[in-house]
């Protein structure tokens, strides 16, 4: 390799993983961030019947599959392998993408879909690259796992638990407060519907 002509350098491991560090503390405030500009923009444009109530097809799904999720998981005590760990490594994430996706298709925006979609390689996909780091380092059986169950897309059918045995826990489902992804896809379902209207009329009263 010659050094005459230097190409831009690759980002370092180093720089990575700062970045998936950064990606970890700012994915909830970024969250927020990102409900208030879809709100934003819901004041901009009247959601369509059809498109709402084809969004309830993902939205659904995707608070269940995070419920079920938190029902089972046990985090940073054990590497959980058995109800929707068994279909996929990231079941929790893949409720908030199948939510997302759903309040996008509501809404008909692209803008909201591509804001969205950034989120998702630029927040997400660190923090699940830095979470599995995790994962590989504390627990040996972490490799044996990947190899049996894809990191997102779910399987069909369950891989065999690869230690112990597990069972959905409503109370850690409260632990977790994973009731607070139902509660806030329900005040979006509110604003979807009222939102609109109500910024109408207001702006209308304005003389």
């Known amino acids: 390799m010659t050094h005459s002509n230097p190409s831009p350098q690759v980002a370092s491991p180093d720089w990575i993983e700062r970045w998936q560090q950064i990606a970890r503390r700012i994915r909830v405030p970024l969250g927020f961030l990102t409900a208030a500009l879809y709100l934003f923009d819901l004041t901009s444009r009247a959601p369509r019947p059809a498109a709402v109530a084809s969004s309830l097809l993902l939205v659904i799904p995707g608070v269940w599959l995070r419920a ?11 590497l959980t392998s058995t109800g929707p760990y068994a279909h996929t490594r990231n079941p929790l994430y893949l409720g908030s993408t199948l939510i997302a996706a759903g309040f996008a298709l509501a809404l008909l925006s692209w803008p909201v879909a591509l804001l969205l979609t950034l989120f ?5 996909v660190p923090v699940i690259a830095s979470e599995e780091r995790f994962l590989r380092a504390n627990f040996p059986e972490f490799a044996l796992y990947c190899r049996r169950v894809p990191r997102l897309i779910p399987r069909l059918t369950p891989a065999p638990a690869i230690s112990g045995s597990g069972n959905f826990s409503f109370q850690r489902y409260r632990q977790h407060r994973e009731y607070n992804a139902a509660i806030g896809a329900a005040l979006l379902y509110l ?17």
């Open 68 to 78: 079920y999720a938190a029902g089972y998981v046990k985090k940073n005590r054990e």
């Open 120 to 124: 998702f390689f630029v927040i997400y």
């Open 191 to 207: 604003c979807l519907l009222l939102l609109h209207p109500v910024a109408a009329a207001l702006l209308h009263r304005i003389p």
